[in-house]
């Protein structure tokens, strides 16, 4: 069965800075990777995905992320962070096969707190 | 601009009644899915449908049911049967092989 990990629940990062926040999947074939956003009461929005291809993926708002098969890993990445990047952040795995019409798996997600 | 709608946006059930979640979209996706948002859970998918009159069972079906009789629509109902459904449930809807495209939510509380 698929699964992701978001080893860290929550994370403080002062604006400015930089921004990384880890993701591991489980999974027997080549996965669909993607990373989501959240803001409170709200539903998710789609940051970017990895399909196949180059193993560094460029997202909306400045964020990036890079698929290692080696680690089964998929980190998130953003050079610098603004407060407005304060938000729910959820790694997701879907099954290449049939296109990932069965449903997504998300991992528990990390709360991102930006410091002023 | 197309987009997937749910309503309402905040529902109250009283213990033992069935209430609906309404989930449209616009997109022409195949596919729709439901998943439960609990604090600290992520998401949990409930049901999904990859085409008309056809739907699947997800991870935590159990006290659920929905109907795909329109591509668009993709009602999901929670039944007395689910004990603790007090949640937030977001819907969503992705072409086959394309990225997911969610819902606004709906926060569903027993009172």
């Known amino acids: 069965a698929q699964s992701v990990t978001q080893p860290d629940i929550h994370i403080t990062v002062s604006e400015g800075a930089s921004l990384e926040l880890r993701c591991n999947y489980s999974y027997g074939a080549t996965p669909y990777l993607f990373w989501y956003v959240q803001s409170p009461g709200q539903g998710l929005q789609l940051l970017l995905k990895?399909?196949?291809?180059?193993?560094l993926v460029q997202g909306i708002k400045g964020f990036e992320a890079e698929f290692k098969r080696s680690q089964s890993s998929f980190n998130l990445r953003k050079p610098s962070v603004h407060w407005s990047d304060a938000a729910e952040y959820f790694c997701?795995?879907?099954?290449?096969?049939?296109?990932?019409?069965?449903?997504?798996?998300f991992g528990k997600g990390t709360h991102l707190i930006i410091q002023p | 601009d197309g987009g997937i709608t749910q309503s309402p946006k905040y529902l109250f059930r009283k213990e033992g009644q069935n209430v609906t979640l309404s989930c449209e979209q616009n997109?022409?996706?195949?596919?729709m899915y439901w998943y439960r948002q609990d604090p600290g859970q992520g998401l949990r998918l409930i049901y999904y449908?990859?085409?008309?009159?056809?739907?699947q069972k997800g991870d935590i079906a159990e006290g659920y049911s929905v109907s795909r009789e329109k591509k668009e629509s993709f009602p999901l109902t929670v039944t007395s049967a689910q004990k603790n459904p007090t949640a937030f449930y977001l819907c969503?809807?992705?072409?086959?092989?394309?990225?997911?495209?969610f819902g606004s939510g709906t926060r569903l509380t027993v009172v």
């Open positions: 990895y399909f196949s291809g180059d193993t």
């Open positions: 997701a795995v879907g099954a290449k096969a049939g296109g990932g019409a069965d449903g997504l798996t």
């Open positions: 449908s990859q085409i008309v009159n056809d739907f």
């Open positions: 969503a809807s992705s072409i086959l092989g394309g990225g997911y495209t």
């Open positions: 997109l022409n996706h195949d596919a």
